[in-house]
């Protein structure tokens, strides 16, 4: 073997959408990309239901601890917003 095999997640064209818009309004999705699409399935199954979404304030959290976002911990209300407006408007 002369090389590793590329181990890189094939991404559809919505999955690349919602990844392009959470950059474009400033969130560093960079190696957490998985963890976010996998977030927005979470929006879409608890909208279908009719339920409350926990899971958005946790990663909303995440992303501020994590210095991937210049939004203050005071406002991570607005990163759970983001990520469910852009969620429902990909894939939903």
């Known amino acids: 073997m002369s090389e590793l095999p590329d181990t890189s997640a094939e991404r559809s064209p919505q999955d690349l959408d919602f990844l392009d818009d959470l950059k ?16 927005a ?15 958005l304030d946790a990663i909303a959290g995440q992303l501020i601890a994590q ?13 759970s917003e983001l990520i469910q407006e852009t969620a429902e408007r990909t894939y939903c």
């Open 24 to 39: 474009e309004a400033g969130i560093d999705v960079e190696g957490v990309e998985d963890q976010l699409i996998a977030t």
């Open 41 to 55: 399935s979470t929006v879409c199954r608890a909208k279908e239901a009719g339920e409350e979404n926990f899971t």
């Open 67 to 79: 210095g991937r976002t210049d939004i203050p911990e005071d406002r991570a209300i607005e990163v």
